[in-house]
């Protein structure tokens, strides 16, 4: 009995770091308010594949061999300079554990924020967002690592004057600092929390439970596609465009199929928006069946971009030149698809996946990714300061549908008085309440500032 004692009262201590751990490397934090609001969407992870297994080899087997070898150790040569150093040691274990765990957890338990997820998300339903008289297509473009910023070193030149017609707006940087985060958090209005959940999407049914943008779409019969260059399961954003929404997958291998180009290892983004210029053409054929595509562009990645071998050849090598080649070639999709008149009945919307993560001194310290909207109906915004969570509601309403709650996940919709009428400090309340007072590796992941 007293070594059953004396092995829990080792193994505890550090089984608690050991969970902190396994905290991290499934959700990238260590706040409980996090998984809670994980698991309230609807087992964004296998439990059995994923929790379970990582579960076991971090919190039980190492800190069982740990505590065995500790115990085995005590009693070869017992000194009592032994059993000092023992004791302390096990201080030690006891004190680091509640600094680490506790401590972590203090927050998410009985602070301020607790109950943050609970208060402010309300969970989509069917009856919340349905047809309209005259419901629009919308063509969502998510362009790497582009920010509003760069037109103040003009390399968005030719972009800015090709969307004037567009409407600016502010997207704060919450939760979205990463391509899968900026996915979630815009299309199902509530964040996506990084970890081994992320780094397994494509194995898992990502937010299973949880109603989003897209599958109101599915629902409200409209055919969706979703266009990208590189591998879709690069940070599984095919898996889960094909989960919500049902959308036909074009990715580099499908798209060098049908055009034969090929490129080293996905397709420049010159070749996506020329595909993409091609199917949109084709769906706007059919008046009768509305559309939704969403395009992903990539040569813009940090840290030196993917330039093609006309970019190189006509703009440079330095990321720069990428970015500035690349809003080039944004540009004249845009221009080509207002010129086939592919607007008048579709809404448009671009916007910046995420921040720039590498370093871009000559830019002001406070940035925004670049995000525009266009609404045939000519609707103006009620706020232009708009966090990520807000954009599912605002795209539907450019889009005509009938909009039956304030509240759609985390977030408002940006033509409707509610949104103007938010508490000025609710992008710093929704911020704190899922990061807790973060430390600053915490802040660039989560935050979206670069790093």
């Not at 608690?16 to 969407?41: E, K, P, Y």
């Not at 765990?101 to 919340?128: A, M, Q, V």
């Not at 990502?206 to 019969?221: E, H, T, V």
């Not at 210029?277 to 562009?297: C, D, G, W, Y």
Request: charged residues 20%.
């Amino acid at each position: 009995m007293k070594v059953i004692l004396e092995f829990f009262v080792i193994y505890i201590p550090i089984a608690l770091i050991f969970l902190s751990v396994a905290m991290v490397r499934l959700f990238g934090v260590q706040d409980i308010g996090n998984v809670i609001a994980t698991f309230h969407l609807g087992g964004v992870f296998s439990f059995s594949h994923l929790f379970l297994p990582t579960f076991i080899k971090l919190v039980v087997i190492c800190p069982a061999i740990i505590t065995f070898f500790i115990m085995l150790n005590r009693r070869i040569n017992v000194t009592i300079l032994k059993v000092v150093a023992y004791f302390v040691f096990i201080l030690f274990i006891v004190f680091v554990s509640v600094k680490i765990f506790i401590g972590n957890f203090e927050t998410g338990l009985s602070g301020r924020w607790s109950n943050f997820f609970e208060e402010n998300y309300s969970k989509p339903s069917n009856g919340d967002v349905i047809l309209g008289s005259n419901n629009k297509n919308i063509i969502w473009i998510y362009t790497e690592s582009t920010e509003k910023e760069y037109k103040n070193v003009e390399i968005l030149k030719r972009l800015e004057s090709a969307t004037l017609f567009m409407e600016d707006f502010f997207i704060e940087p919450l939760v979205n600092g990463y391509t899968m985060g900026s996915v979630v958090s815009t299309r199902c209005a509530a964040p996506l929390f990084t970890g081994a959940i992320s780094q397994n999407f494509n194995i898992l049914t990502p937010f299973k439970n949880a109603l989003c943008f897209d599958d109101f779409l599915k629902n409200n019969g409209y055919h969706s596609e979703f266009i990208v260059g590189h591998d879709a399961t690069f940070s599984s954003v095919g898996n889960f465009f094909s989960h919500h929404g049902d959308a036909v997958i074009y990715d580099y291998s499908v798209i060098k199929n049908i055009n034969g180009k090929l490129s080293k290892k996905q397709q420049n983004d010159e070749d996506v928006l020329d595909f993409s210029l091609a199917r949109i053409l084709e769906l706007h054929k059919n008046p009768q069946k509305k559309f939704s595509v969403t395009i992903m562009t990539y040569d813009n990645h940090a840290p030196r971009g993917f330039p093609s071998e006309r970019c190189i050849e006509q703009y440079g090598i330095q990321i720069t030149d990428v970015i500035r080649c690349n809003s080039d070639s944004l540009a004249d999709f845009i221009t080509k698809i207002k010129e086939y008149g592919v607007l008048e009945n579709t809404v448009l919307m671009i916007m910046g996946d995420h921040l720039f993560m590498g370093g871009f001194p000559s830019l002001s310290v406070k940035r925004h990714v670049f995000s525009k909207i266009y609404t045939p109906s000519g609707a103006k915004l009620k706020s232009k300061n708009l966090t990520p969570f807000d954009l599912p509601l605002t795209v539907f309403d450019s889009m005509g549908f009938e909009i039956n709650v304030n509240t759609f996940g985390l977030g408002s919709s940006g033509y409707r008085s509610h949104v103007a009428e938010r508490s000025q400090t609710w992008v710093r309340d929704i911020s704190l309440g899922f990061n807790g007072p973060p430390p600053p590796y915490y802040i660039d992941l989560h935050v979206g500032e670069s790093y």
